[in-house]
């Protein structure tokens, strides 16, 4: 049996961002001092008049990214999540959000699969603070297939996205022909009728995995890959609930206004509906091997499969 192929989506990002270079010259790449570690090092590589180091300066680099934006340019502006997102809020909330700028702000090493950073690079509360800034578009990506396909269509959306990007290698699901990326558009991975489980990022495959051992149990279980948090699919979501009854929810996030949340939020007001979130739990992370962080927080594929079974 062949090897699964596994790649971190942040290796994606970077490799995205080159082909995309190729293409368009509008598009330019910002950094904070972690070219090697956001792999924006290769776009610089490549095209290194379109790439600006900002140092360690992440709020002052968002609003570079902001002015480029008014003068025709397509910013990418690069960061740990933890920097992007909580460093940089006010900046992105005022700078960015406020105009509603054309500027995309490429957030890798998200969730607690940073590992041996520890807590305070383990950032499980940006979806939260990026989905309340009006007009954000986010995007989760939960292989490299998919990854590559957001960061294009970020590039074409009119207006600000938050991509959110992991360091760990994950295992390529979506390398198939009829795979289709639209912003806003969840998509059915598994059948079943049982229980919907809706899962982003590398909590997918996780989900997917977790479906199997749930089926050998008897319980048949969809997987929906929502790789868009904001906008969502508020029909795709209404419609699996109420054709299965409950709801589970997967995200390597805290369970406080992430996915969860957004799930939760439709469902109250269109289609109330038993549901299950699983994610972090209102807790800081720790440092550890990615791998062994997820399981004990309980979103690797045992650990859903368990929640999964018990809530059914």
């Known amino acids: 049996m062949s090897e699964v192929k596994k790649i971190a989506t942040r290796e994606s990002y970077g490799n995205a961002l080159v082909e995309l270079g190729k293409k ?52 990418f502006a690069s960061t740990f999540a933890m920097f992007a997102a909580g460093r940089a809020y006010e900046q992105v909330r005022n700078s960015i959000g406020y105009p509603h700028l054309n ?55 009119q207006g600000p996205v938050y991509l959110r990007f992991g360091r760990l290698a994950v295992p390529v699901i979506n390398d198939r022909p009829d795979y289709k990326f639209e912003i806003g558009k969840g998509i059915v991975l598994r059948e079943g ?36 948090i904001k906008p969502l699919d508020e029909e795709l979501v209404v419609k699996a609930a109420q054709e299965t009854g409950k709801v589970v929810t997967v995200e390597e996030h805290s369970v406080i206004g992430g996915l969860g949340g957004a799930v939760a939020e439709v469902l109250s007001e269109k289609a109330p509906t038993k549901m299950l979130r699983i994610g972090i739990n209102d807790l800081f992370g720790e440092s550890g091997p990615a791998l062994q962080l997820l399981a004990k927080y309980g979103i690797d594929a045992e650990g859903i499969y368990k929640k999964v079974k018990d809530f059914v």
């Open 103 to 157: 500027v995309k702000i490429g957030a890798t090493h998200a969730g607690i699969s940073v590992g041996e950073d520890g807590a305070t690079h383990q950032c499980n509360e940006d979806i939260a603070l990026m989905r309340t800034i009006p007009g954000m578009v986010i995007l989760n990506p939960s292989d490299d297939v998919e990854a590559k396909a957001a960061v294009e269509a970020a590039y074409h959306h």
């Open 24 to 75: 368009y010259n509008d598009l330019v790449v910002l950094d904070a001092d972690l070219a090697g570690a956001t792999k924006t090092g290769t776009f610089k590589k490549a095209f290194p008049e379109r790439h600006i180091d900002c140092g360690i300066a992440e709020s002052n680099m968002m609003g570079i990214a902001a002015g480029l934006s008014t003068i025709g340019k397509v910013p």
């Open 193 to 228: 009728k049982d229980v919907a489980i809706f899962a982003t990022g590398l909590c997918v495959n996780e989900a997917l995995a977790a479906a199997e051992k749930l089926a050998a149990d008897g319980v048949d279980a969809k997987v929906i890959n929502i790789h868009t």
